[in-house]
């Protein structure tokens, strides 16, 4: 849910800390990209990494045009568009929603006036078709025009098979928001996870679009299960991480999750969870984590039937 201008906020920021914080230090990321977050990296021969305002997406060389995923914020379907002029590979004629945030949907429109076909989750269609409340704006985000809508959705998960590449996607159980899907290019071992993984912003637990702590360490364990030493993980914001990035990442979440849990259980309220040392210790800096906890909280008491002894 951040906006564009605070995600290169962000990316600035963190270009003069020097990538400081705990646990980035040895991501690698261009500097270019890290400066102006736009730019394009070849993660291998087929698909390309592009960012825009500072959000990923994924293009694939399909050999007949492109499989995109993700479309990035409305305000960047310019930069969007010139970046896959310059990678030259013909149309998109498939884009995957990672799921339905503005960052992710805004140059649905557009791709799919050119021809495009959009994949998504049943959720992300549910939610850019319908009037949805942000408890946290106070107001109701009114639907996208049907022109952005996806034209093929799915509950469990689904593949897609190219010259030279299989591609499976599957829905994620709610790490982030509900209607959250990973993109696997099976022979690239390139991993798209969208925001369910976080190595660079605070992880993002969208609790009243479904997203929670027990969603996010089961997700993270899918894709860890998926993925192998060598497989490109990439996430919505941020620099490519590896397999042992990822298992660090989940056992922390999963750490995260123990003592959130123990923690309501024992009646705390998300304002003295800070105080009680929910993220202390940790090998990980927080920029917000109010916000964090705040949400943490929330999503845990949304999910309340799962408060189970033996949690899974
Ligand atoms: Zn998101």
């Known amino acids: 849910m951040q906006d564009g201008n605070s995600i290169d906020r962000m990316l600035n920021r963190r270009s003069l800390l ?22 394009i990296r070849k993660l291998n021969n087929r698909i390309s990494l592009l960012s825009n305002g500072g959000v990923n997406q994924v293009a694939f060389d399909a050999g007949d045009g492109i499989v995109l995923v993700d479309s990035g914020a409305e305000e960047n379907t310019d930069l969007l568009k010139s970046a896959l002029d310059s990678l030259d590979q013909g149309p998109v004629h498939t884009l995957l929603n990672t799921h339905w945030h503005p960052q992710q949907v805004g140059g649905n429109a557009m791709l ?14 549910q939610r850019l078709s319908t009037r949805y409340y942000l408890p946290h704006e106070n107001r109701y985000q009114e639907p996208l025009a049907e022109l952005s809508w996806p034209t093929d959705i799915f509950h469990e998960r689904g593949e897609l098979q190219s010259s030279a590449e299989t ?32 190595p660079l912003l605070d992880p993002e637990l969208d609790w009243y679009g479904g997203g929670w702590l027990g969603g996010r360490v089961n997700s993270l ?5 998926m993925s192998n030493p060598d497989t490109q993980i990439v996430p919505a914001v941020g620099p490519v991480m590896s397999q042992a990035e990822l298992i660090k990442e989940r056992d922390l979440m999963q750490e995260v999750y123990n003592r959130v849990l123990d923690m309501v259980r024992e009646g705390c309220s998300a304002g003295c969870m800070l105080q009680e040392g929910a993220l202390a210790g940790l090998e990980r800096s927080w920029q917000d984590p109010d916000k964090f906890l705040y949400a943490a909280y929330k999503g845990m008491w949304a999910h309340h039937y799962n408060l189970a002894p033996n949690i899974l």
């Open 18 to 39: 020097g990538y400081s914080l705990t646990g980035l230090a040895a991501m690698a990321m261009p500097a270019g990209l890290l400066a102006q977050g736009n730019g």
């Open 112 to 125: 799919k006036s050119q021809g495009a076909r959009i994949i998504a989750h049943q959720k992300t269609l």
């Open 167 to 198: 591609i499976d996607y599957g829905w994620l159980v709610q790490p982030h928001t509900d209607g959250d899907i990973y993109v696997h290019f099976r022979q690239a071992n390139v991993l798209a996870a969208g925001d369910a993984v976080s």
């Open 221 to 225: 364990d899918m894709l860890v299960a």
